[in-house]
């Protein structure tokens, strides 16, 4: 067990092996026919060609931040230059897990829809098969990457560092997963935002057509965008809280090294290495729980989820305890606070109890028929503006559960483990991310299924098969996005205790007229961020809208095949008359998606840099300016606004978007069945169309801004670290000296008499030593310290 360090990388080769194995399982699958192939290819292409834009520019922004980081590193004597390897190494991962998840989600897309041509059971098999690839990747290149680096400045490169130095260098892994992290989510989220609004927009509302119509010119870039925001951005984003969490609490685990019960746990290392450790065999125990979500036809696929999520849930929670026992002593003393191991399993309770919490109480505001939903549902009768206020509403008052339960946690998280204990509550929270993420994948594979389905113009009971399967994915996406934000709010604590700890900052004073700034500052950010997603959200989504009209418009065979579709409305193609679908065949392929997937590329990569950029710098600035308790409050400020902005846009979206999908499966009210198409689902699609940038770019980037300058101000800490209180020369040769002797004495007629002699002597600046101050106190007991 001493070689514990040694054997922790293996665990990510495991991950990783299971993730080549899944991936070939699922490229052996068949694809189906030519046009499904076809529609596939152009998703593939797609997808991958945002990929090769956005790594590109951010290889130029991972090599530039890399040198400054080197130079960062030279110029401290408890840092290295090494920081910038770190760096550049959680880059590569988070990049990595996101390009795997790409590659088998574009592969498993059709296949999924080919299943379902035969059965529910084997279209799940394989939409979770490809979502399972993106969830191991990830968990899999955090463990290898975090543990590779730790073995190499632990026990070879830095051998004869201490530990903080090597928590310092490794800091720099968190801020590269954190940094390619946002772009992503900003990136991927403008991109599937901007072909959504003009896929809904100009082809539900205004042409008449699905948004997976084979004619709707967006509908490639609509699908090349779930795969980029909700597999590629949902990925990075796990993957940083992921990192962060098992970071922050190695720093904090630091403190424990000097107790002398640590001292028979691994060197000391017991509180450091148990997050790593936590993660580690959660990847073994997210595989076990992988095998068994299955689903018979006619079968619940939620449940079959529920059972192989929880299921690893309750595994790890039992697993945890004994690691846990086995990594920490049964108690010990810091600063005269006595912490016990069962407290730390508590705190690790607490994490994940907060966890399921805010995933349950997220479905409950977010699920189809649900009150919430079905109150935007009702108030869509009389118009957008009041289906835009409904949601509104429920986003807002979405916010109190689960920020409660966030509180809860933390305090119980204290309670029972002090600061640690709230960083463990994030890692506890997380240590099951691997079979999370599969079932938060699984969603957009699905998704991307019943849309090509739709295009290639499949039996209804496939489309009926494929939408069974995204109805569950919509439903654990919200799942997996209130998740997400819960393991966020825990993991930008656990980084914001860690960067105190490094920068020497006991306490944030909000009397403190500098710390009252940058609260208020760091509470503005969010605000800031969003308007700059959503507006360029705006920006990209009225190109697209232009860019589809152009083509109705301009397209005669476009333009021709959207009458006969009018002409026909309701009926099946083999009700058509033979003129209309010869009409409808010459359109086939006549849509220029790609210029529609270009201008989302585009998009998205121009407008991500600056949310980027600002997320980096003003930490820094506010770091170098305001000194480190300025920075505190606005960690504190970004933190807790941060939070709340992202509850309310994530669920406000997600409701507005399940109340249209109501109206499109048909929804009774007062009596009356209202279905896709009538006035009030038209309203809506317009309250979905303002909820999408709210749940799919805003909401979810906020997440990582939190963490993201929480990471930067722990990197910088060294650097603008407060000055411990120093003892000088002069004032150590003149410290004073007290010894003191008691003597007692007992009288004949039983009288005691005490006397204790205070000597206190001093060492001048020639060494010589004098006495002085000669005390004697008779028949009086005093307790004085001796020094």
């Known amino acids: 067990m001493e070689n514990i360090v040694y054997i922790l990388p293996l665990f990510g080769v495991v991950s990783l092996l299971y993730v080549a194995w899944k991936s070939a399982w699922v490229s052996k699958q068949e694809v189906g026919t030519e046009k499904m192939a076809k529609i596939a290819g152009h998703i593939q292409k797609g997808a991958m060609a945002f990929l090769s834009a956005e790594y590109k520019v951010l290889a130029v922004f991972v090599v530039a931040v890399a040198a400054l980081l080197a130079f960062k590193g030279m110029s401290e004597a408890n840092s290295s230059p090494l920081v910038a390897l770190s760096f550049i190494v959680g880059a590569i991962c988070s990049a990595l897990a996101g390009y795997l998840g790409m590659v088998v989600a574009t592969k498993a897309n059709v296949r999924t829809t080919n299943a379902a041509r035969t059965s529910l059971g084997k279209a799940l098999e394989v939409a979770f098969g490809g979502g399972s690839v993106m969830g191991m990747g990830v968990v899999g290149l955090g463990v290898l990457g975090l543990s590779g680096l730790f073995l190499l400045y632990s026990k070879f490169i830095g051998a004869d560092w201490d530990i903080n130095k090597v928590l310092n260098v490794l800091a720099g892994f968190s801020l590269g997963a954190s940094s390619i992290a946002l772009f992503a989510r900003v990136g991927g989220g403008i991109y599937t935002k901007a072909a959504d609004v003009g896929a809904d927009l100009v082809g539900k509302v205004e042409a008449g057509i699905p948004e997976d119509h084979p004619l709707n010119p967006a509908t490639i870039a609509d699908n090349v965008g779930d795969n980029v925001g909700d597999v590629a951005g949902m990925g990075a984003d796990l993957f940083e809280s992921y990192v962060g969490s098992i970071i922050g609490t190695m720093v904090l685990g630091a403190a424990f090294v000097a107790a002398p019960e640590f001292a028979s746990k691994f060197d000391g290392l017991g509180a450091v290495l148990l997050p790593m450790v936590l993660a580690a065999v959660g990847i073994i125990v997210s595989i076990f729980g992988t095998f068994f979500v299955k689903v018979k036809d006619g079968g619940s696929p939620h449940t079959a989820l529920n059972i192989g999520e929880f299921g690893s849930a309750a595994v790890m929670v039992v697993v945890s305890y004994f690691i846990i026992g086995a990594f920490m002593p049964e108690s010990w003393t810091i600063g005269g606070i006595t912490y016990t191991s069962n407290g730390v399993f508590f705190a690790t309770l607490a994490g994940l109890i907060s966890g399921l919490g805010i995933g349950k109480i997220t479905e409950y505001y977010t699920g189809t028929g649900t009150p919430p939903v079905v109150s935007i549902v009702r108030q869509s009768l009389t118009g957008s503006a009041t289906n835009i206020i409904a949601g509104l509403g429920v986003g807002m008052m979405s916010t109190a559960i689960p920020v409660l339960l966030i509180a809860a946690a933390i305090i119980l998280a204290f309670k029972f483990a002090g600061l640690y204990g709230i960083a463990i509550a994030a890692v506890g929270m997380l240590a099951n991310t691997g079979i999370q993420l599969a079932v938060d994948a699984y969603g957009p594979i699905s998704d991307n299924a019943g849309g090509i389905a739709e295009m290639a113009d499949l039996p ?253 101000a722990l990197v910088i800490a060294p650097s603008i670290a407060l000055e411990l209180p120093a003892v000088s020369d002069a004032a150590l040769l003149n410290a004073p000296a007290i010894e003191m002797t008691v003597s007692t004495e007992t009288a004949e007629d039983g009288t005691v008499t005490e006397t204790t002699v205070s000597t206190e002597t001093t060492t001048n600046a020639a060494g010589e030593v004098v006495t002085e101050n000669v005390k004697e106190i008779v028949q009086t007991v005093k307790t004085e310290v001796v020094k």
């Open 460 to 712: 209804k009971e496939v489309r009926q098969r494929t939408d069974k399967l995204d109805a569950v994915g919509n439903t654990t996406a919200a799942i997996g996005k209130g998740f997400a934000i819960g393991s966020a709010a825990l993991t930008a604590l656990a980084l914001f205790a860690a960067f105190m700890q490094q920068a020497n900052v006991s306490m944030i004073n909000v009397a403190d007229p500098n710390v009252m700034a940058g609260l208020f500052v760091g509470a503005m950010l969010p605000f800031v961020f969003s308007a700059m997603s959503m507006n360029a959200v705006g920006r990209a989504a009225m190109a697209m809208i232009e860019e589809v009209r152009r083509q109705f418009k301009d397209i005669p065979e476009l333009k021709a095949a959207l009458e006969a579709m009018k002409r026909n409305d309701g009926k099946e193609h083999k009700d058509w008359s033979a003129e209309d679908n010869a009409i409808f065949e010459a359109a086939d392929g006549k849509a220029e998606y790609d210029k529609c997937v270009a201008i989302s590329t585009k998009a998205s990569i121009k407008e991500m840099i600056l949310p980027g950029v600002m997320a980096i710098v003003v930490p820094v600035l506010v770091g170098f300016i305001g000194g480190p308790e300025m920075l505190g409050g606005l960690l504190a400020g970004v933190t807790s606004a941060g939070v709340l902005m992202a509850i309310f846009q994530s669920n406000a979206g997600g409701a507005w978007d399940n109340a249209k999908k109501m109206f499109e499966e048909g929804v009774d009210i007062n009596g009356q069945t209202y279905y896709k198409g009538s006035e009030p689902h038209k309203a809506a699609v317009v309250g979905d169309t303002v909820g999408d940038p709210f749940k799919d770019t805003s909401g979810p980037s906020l997440n990582i801004l939190l963490k993201l300058m929480s990471v930067v």
